[in-house]
């Protein structure tokens, strides 16, 4: 069983496997994260973390909805290995969240840029030197190729911030994609005009806040965490803040 961090795209199934393509987002997400440890804080800093959201929310919610339902299904131990990845992504999102909730120059906020960093490098290796190279062991090139495909889709069209309420897994992850893609990505678009626009900042931003109260009375629908695992789930409503020693939220 090798890595994927040791394979050619052409052992990892061809450019269109899903091997090859979660390997291109963990490369620009290992640049991102470097252009990160080095940026100031403020709107530099913030212009990153916009990007790496851009990258890491679709990405995982895609892996959730298209890829773990199958390693489930065609690995013995599926169950334990994709619980944990989940459970590193619900990590993220509560620690997104609580970044969202403070100031450039609050204390807090370097610490858990910190855990944020290593939580997200090593969700890259447990999926590069485990999960992966399980999956190459048990389905076809082609099949690797037809879930590339799927989990594309998924990726374009899926929410682009943090969700740390809604369950990780189908249904519920499933029945929030839409509407929170929709606000989400309707975020991302005022959120371009803010920076772009003076003279449009001010209704940009109160549109964008009046978003994110619609997407936090959706998350709050009950039904948007039906398949959800106890250790990753948070109760509606709730504010979570990791502690800053690097613990968990």
Request: aromatic residues 2%; without cysteine; negative net charge.
């Amino acid at each position: 069983m090798t890595s994927l961090a040791l394979q050619t795209q052409d052992q990892m199934g061809g450019r269109l496997s899903v091997l090859t393509r979660q390997k291109k987002d963990h490369v620009r997400l290992d640049r991102l994260l470097n252009d990160l440890a080095v940026a100031p804080s403020g709107p530099a800093e913030d212009r990153v973390l916009r990007e790496i959201a851009r990258l890491v929310f679709p990405h995982a919610f895609a892996e959730e909805s298209v890829l773990w339902p199958v390693m489930r299904r065609v690995l013995p131990d599926g169950e334990e290995l994709t619980l944990q990845v989940e459970q590193e992504h619900q990590e993220v999102n509560e620690l997104w969240t609580s970044l969202e909730e403070l100031d450039a120059d609050d204390p807090r906020r370097e610490p858990l840029l910190d855990r944020l960093t290593r939580v997200l490098q090593e969700d890259v290796r447990d999926e590069e030197d485990e999960l992966f190279p399980r999956l190459q062991e048990r389905i076809s090139e082609r099949q690797l190729q037809a879930l590339g495909l799927a989990w594309e889709i998924v990726r374009r069209i899926s929410p682009t911030r943090p969700h740390p309420v809604v369950a990780r897994r189908p249904p519920g992850n499933a029945l929030a994609a839409l509407p929170l893609t929709l606000t989400d990505r309707a975020r991302d678009n005022l959120d371009r005009v803010a920076q772009r626009s003076e003279r449009l900042r001010d209704p940009a931003e109160r549109a964008s806040a009046a978003l994110a109260r619609i997407a936090g009375r959706i998350e709050d629908l009950p039904i948007m965490r039906i398949g959800e695992r106890a250790s990753t789930s948070r109760a509606p409503g709730a504010t979570a803040m990791a502690a800053t020693n690097g613990g968990r939220a």
